[in-house]
């Protein structure tokens, strides 16, 4: 396994954001769980890249509609 960045959606408000695998593994060593930036709702796994371009290219292409990764609003 070689992944680098891990792209995390929000189960309930949909967020995309993307989080170092490194990261992931250090919260998991201190026993936390990534949530939600936005509603602290729990994450599901959606994807995996080494490269952290083609992860956000990804991204764009969940969140094509509006055009932006983040501050996308889907009430
Ligand atoms: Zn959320």
Sequence with gaps: MNEEYIILECN?????FIIP??????????GNYFACPLCHGGVSKVGAYEDLRECMEKVNTYERVNGRVRQTRYK
């Design 21 to 30: 695998a490194d990261g992931i593994r250090k919260a998991e060593v201190m």
């Design 12 to 16: 309930k408000c949909k967020l995309s």
